[in-house]
């Protein structure tokens, strides 16, 4: 009985801790290689428009103005974090992390319980 446990528990911290390679898109690379380079393009616009910003004399403008450039600055700003959920979802491929704390507690659970 005992060495079943320990073959079952063996078994779990493997599937646990080995990714899945189960996704083999053959044309992935030549599209991640077109996004970057249209996310790269889109950089280089947004860094000289906050040049462009910068170097303006702001004092001649109104306050509707000001708002506007400040909301434009604050959206680039959050474009290049890349602080959306969508794109860091994009990034992230759907992997699953587990921490050394969760693994500990799962293979506490499954000796307890087995």
């Known amino acids: 009985m005992k060495k079943i446990t320990v073959q079952i528990l063996c078994v779990c911290t493997l599937l646990f ?3 899945s390679f189960s996704k083999g898109e053959e044309g992935k690379d030549e599209v991640v290689t ?12 947004m860094v ?4 462009e910003i910068k170097d303006m004399d702001r004092s001649t403008l109104s306050e509707s103005e000001r708002d506007a450039l ?4 604050r959206l680039i700003k959050t474009e290049v974090n890349g602080s ?3 794109e860091k979802a994009m990034y992230n491929n759907g992997g699953i ?3 050394v704390g969760a693994l500990i507690i799962i293979i ?4 307890l319980i087995l």
Not at 34 to 45: C, I
Not at 48 to 51: D, Q, Y
Not at 70 to 73: D, R, Y
């Open 84 to 86: 959306t959920k969508a």
């Open 97 to 99: 992390y587990i921490s």
């Open 17 to 19: 801790t080995f990714p």
């Open 108 to 111: 506490l659970l499954l000796i």
């Open 70 to 73: 400040k909301q434009e600055l």
């Open 34 to 45: 077109q996004k970057s380079s249209n996310n790269y393009a889109h950089m280089v616009e």
């Open 48 to 51: 000289a428009r906050v040049l």
